[in-house]
């Protein structure tokens, strides 16, 4: 989630399958970049991590399974799943200069273009020269949102 201060700021809910004392969260990196490690043992759905970062910050999201929003971030997103569900929201104008999003089973929306496409091997792709940003998402099986 994108914020209006110049910090990150890292929440997270357990539900009833886990104990959030075995919920381990690490930040590496200084003002330029930094990664969040999170390690958690649930399953089913348990954990739900919310993060917010200045509304300007480029993003890199590398998770094995789950639902990932980005809502409010101006900037590159970067988004690898391998099964789940990716949803970008803008409120402003989809300024990028470069769309890449693709699933191998699933469905891929991009609603700014009027692009909805679902079954196996499904992508959209977009260059924009004078766009500002760039847009990469994937998935092996799952869902992405482009609104």
């Not at 690490?26 to 739900?48: H, I, M, Y």
């Amino acid at each position: 989630m994108g914020s209006d201060t110049e910090t990150i700021h890292v929440s997270c809910t357990v539900g009833d399958t886990g104990r959030a004392q075995d919920v381990q969260l690490r930040f590496t990196g200084g003002d330029e970049s930094g990664k969040l490690t999170v390690t958690a043992p649930f399953t089913n759905g348990s954990l739900q991590i919310r993060v917010e970062v200045p509304r300007k910050t480029n993003l890199r999201i590398h998770a094995p399974a789950g639902q990932v929003t980005v809502e409010h971030v101006v900037g590159d997103k970067d988004i690898d799943l391998y099964a789940g569900q990716i949803t970008i929201s803008s409120t402003e104008a989809w300024n990028y200069r470069s769309i890449d999003a693709s699933v191998i089973i699933g469905d891929v929306r991009a609603s700014a273009y009027g692009i909805d496409k679902g079954g196996f091997f499904r992508s959209f792709t977009k260059e924009i020269p004078d766009g500002d940003y760039r847009i990469r998402a994937h998935l092996i099986t799952g869902q992405i949102d482009l609104q």
